[in-house]
C-alpha cells in the first residue's frame, strides 16, 4: 500500500484541517494530471481544487524508482472499504504533460544555458540579418577590386592621402588599419563571412531540417471532409482506391495503404534541395576562405637560359599557408618565344620550362602559354607577361657581348619598348657617345648613331652587319624573359565542388513535393492533395492521373441473370441472331 501525501492551502473557508493522508492502492500514473476532487474523511466533504503534485512510485514487489512523475486527472476517493479508485487522462495529456516538464526544467538551472543555444539560433536565421550580411560581403567584397591589393604602404599614402580623403573620409589609415590592403584574407571580411555562414547553417537546422523531417511523415486522413479541405480535391463516384494507388505507382507516387485510408507522395529530393545548396554555399565559402588564407603566391620574370627555386619566389598570404615539398623544385627556362599576327602584333607567347628534384633528376617538362599553365605538387605556373632581357651583338667581329635592354616609359598604350646603348668612344669620358638600339619585340631592331640618328633596322639571328660611325655591329640574338605567376590554391577543389553542387541542387530544388490522400468512400474515392510548386499545373496532372483509373461495373443479382439466360434461350429458339 502506497500513501500519498498531499498539502495545499484551500480557499474554500468552511476548510480549516490539514487534508488526511490517504491510503491508496498501487495504480499506474499518468502524466500532467489535475486532481478535481478529494475525499476528507473527517469532514464527509467533497470539494475541488487544483494541484500540482509528484509521487514517488514503487513496483508491487516494493521496489523503488528514482523517476518521479506529474499526475493529472480526474480522481474520485472513494471509502478505504472500496476499490482502487479509476483515474481517466485526458486526450494528449501525456504530451500536454511533456512540455510542462521541459518548461519547468528550463526554468531550472541549466534551463537558463538551455535557452541561451535557442536564442542564438533564432537570431542567426533571422532572414533580414542574412540578407545583411549577404550585401556586406558583396560590398566588402566591391571595395577589395576598387582598393589595389598587396601594394606597397608608401602606394597607399599616396592614393588615399589624409589631405584629400575620399568620400570626405576615407584616408590610407582605414585601409591599412582594417586590413583593406588583403581584403579577402583581413579580419574584417573573414569576419562577416563567418557570421553568413553560421547564419546559413542556423536556418538549415532550425528550418529546413524541421521541414524534411515533416515531410517524411506519412499519415492517412480518414475524413473525407478532412480530404475535400485540402488544395485540390475530387471524388471518383465508381472507383476502387486500391486502383488509384496501382495508378499512382506507375506516376512514380510511393503508395501507402491502410484500409481504406491511401497516403502517396514524390518529389522528396525537393525537399533536400534547400539544405544542399546551403551546404553547396557552405563550401564556396569555405573554399574562398582557404584560398584566402590558405595559399603562396609569387611572381618572377626569368630570363632564357636561367633557373629558380619555386619555394624562392613564393611567399604566403594567410596564417593557414603551409608549404609542400613541391617548394624546393628548381625550374629551368629552356626558352622563350612568341608568335605574331600578319600586323606584326605579338600574339601568344611560349614558355619552355623544366623541373628537377633535389637530385637534379628532370620530374617534368612542359611547353606553358597563356590560358595554358604547368601543375606539379600542387604549383600552379602561368604564363602572364614577357620582356627582352638582353641583345648579344657583335662589335668589329668581337663578342658576342650581351647588352642589358631596359623598359621604357612610352606616352599612353599598353605598347612594351625596350631599349640599349653601344658606348664607341672612351667611356672614361665625361660625354660618352655611342649607338642606341630600341626593340619593340624580338622580331627586330631599330639602331641610331652618335647624333640620334636613323642608321637601319636588323633582325636577330639574320648575320646581316651595319656600319655605324665606323663601327661594324652584327645583331646575334635577342634574349627574352619569361614573366611567371606561381601560386599554390588548396581552397580551388573545394570551390569547384561547392559550385558544382549548388548548380545540382539549385536545379533539384524546383522538383514540386507533392502529397495525396484517397479513402474509400462506400463506392466512390474521395481523392485530395497539395504541392509546394507548380500549383497551377497541379490539377490537369492529377486530373490525368485520376482519368486514368478505372470505373467500377455492378454486378446483376441472381434473379436478373436468370431472366437474361431466358431471353437469350427464347431468342435463340425463334432463330433471331443474339
Not at 13 to 31: A, C, E, F, M, V
Not at 309 to 335: K, M
Not at 345 to 370: C, P
Request: proline share 6%; charged share 20%; glycine share 10%.
Amino acid at each position: 500500500m502506497e500513501t500519498l501525501k498531499i498539502s495545499t492551502k484551500p480557499t474554500m473557508s468552511h476548510i480549516q484541517n490539514q487534508i488526511h493522508p490517504l491510503n491508496l492502492k498501487p495504480y499506474p500514473l499518468i502524466h500532467n494530471s489535475r486532481i478535481l476532487g478529494v475525499y476528507n474523511n473527517k469532514g464527509g466533504r467533497t470539494f475541488s481544487f487544483t494541484l500540482t503534485c509528484k509521487l514517488k512510485v514503487k513496483t508491487v514487489k516494493g521496489t523503488k524508482t528514482n523517476n518521479e512523475k506529474s499526475v493529472s486527472g480526474q480522481i474520485t476517493v472513494p471509502d478505504s472499504d472500496s476499490a482502487p479508485p479509476i483515474i481517466e487522462a485526458e486526450e494528449g495529456s501525456i504530451g500536454n504533460g511533456e512540455k510542462k516538464m521541459e518548461q519547468k526544467n528550463s526554468v531550472s538551472g541549466s534551463g537558463l544555458f538551455k535557452k541561451l543555444p535557442r536564442k542564438v539560433l533564432g537570431i542567426l536565421s533571422n532572414l533580414p540579418l542574412a540578407i545583411a550580411e549577404m550585401f556586406a560581403v558583396a560590398g566588402l567584397m566591391a571595395l577589395g577590386t576598387f582598393i589595389d591589393q598587396g601594394e606597397a604602404p608608401d602606394y597607399y599614402f599616396q592614393k588615399f592621402p589624409d589631405d584629400h580623403p575620399f568620400l570626405g573620409f576615407f584616408s590610407w589609415r582605414w585601409v591599412l588599419t582594417l586590413g583593406f590592403d588583403h581584403m579577402f584574407s583581413s579580419p574584417v571580411f573573414l569576419g562577416t563571412l563567418t557570421l553568413l555562414g553560421a547564419s546559413l547553417m542556423a536556418c538549415t537546422y532550425t528550418t529546413q531540417i524541421p521541414l524534411v523531417k515533416v515531410a517524411r511523415r506519412w499519415s492517412f486522413l480518414n475524413s473525407a471532409e478532412t480530404i475535400r479541405k485540402q488544395e485540390y480535391a475530387d471524388t471518383l463516384p465508381r472507383a476502387s482506391v486500391k486502383d488509384l494507388g496501382v495508378i499512382l505507382m506507375g506516376d512514380g507516387f510511393e503508395v501507402f495503404s491502410k484500409g481504406p485510408a491511401l497516403y502517396a507522395f514524390k518529389g522528396l529530393a525537393g525537399r533536400f534541395a534547400p539544405i544542399g545548396v546551403h551546404l553547396s554555399l557552405l563550401l564556396v565559402m569555405s573554399g574562398g576562405t582557404l584560398s584566402a588564407t590558405g595559399s603562396f603566391r609569387g611572381a618572377v620574370t626569368v630570363p632564357q637560359g636561367l633557373n629558380f627555386v619555386a619555394g624562392d619566389v613564393l611567399s604566403p598570404s594567410g596564417f593557414l599557408s603551409t608549404p609542400s615539398d613541391a617548394f624546393s623544385t628548381e625550374i629551368h627556362v629552356n626558352r622563350f618565344s612568341m608568335d605574331y599576327y600578319d600586323s606584326g602584333e605579338v600574339s601568344q607567347f611560349h614558355t619552355d620550362l623544366s623541373l628537377y628534384d633535389l637530385n637534379g633528376k628532370e620530374v617534368m617538362r612542359k611547353t606553358i602559354s597563356v590560358n595554358d599553365p604547368l601543375r606539379y605538387g600542387g604549383i600552379t605556373i602561368y604564363q602572364t607577361d614577357w620582356s627582352i632581357s638582353a641583345l648579344q651583338v657583335l662589335k668589329d667581329g668581337e663578342g658576342p657581348f650581351n647588352l642589358a635592354m631596359a623598359p621604357l616609359q612610352m606616352n599612353g598604350g599598353d605598347k612594351k619598348l625596350f631599349g640599349t646603348f653601344l658606348p664607341v668612344e672612351d667611356g672614361d669620358s665625361p660625354n660618352v657617345k655611342g649607338i642606341s638600339m630600341l626593340a619593340r619585340d624580338l622580331q627586330s631592331v631599330i639602331l641610331y648613331d652618335k647624333q640620334g640618328k636613323f642608321a637601319g633596322v636588323r633582325r636577330p639571328n639574320s648575320k646581316l652587319p651595319i656600319e655605324i660611325d665606323g663601327t661594324k655591329i652584327v645583331i646575334v640574338d635577342a634574349i627574352g624573359s619569361s614573366g611567371l605567376d606561381l601560386k599554390t590554391d588548396p581552397g580551388v577543389p573545394v570551390v569547384y565542388a561547392g559550385f558544382g553542387a549548388l548548380m545540382l541542387t539549385t536545379c533539384i530544388s524546383y522538383l514540386s513535393h507533392t502529397q495525396l490522400w484517397a479513402l474509400q468512400d462506400g463506392t466512390s474515392v474521395v481523392v485530395g492533395g497539395k504541392t509546394n510548386r507548380a500549383k497551377g499545373e497541379f490539377p490537369d496532372a492529377i486530373n490525368r492521373l485520376l482519368d486514368q483509373v478505372p470505373e467500377l461495373v455492378e454486378t446483376s443479382s441472381p434473379k436478373e441473370s436468370d431472366s437474361l439466360v431466358a431471353s437469350k434461350l427464347e431468342l435463340e429458339r425463334t432463330g433471331l441472331d443474339v
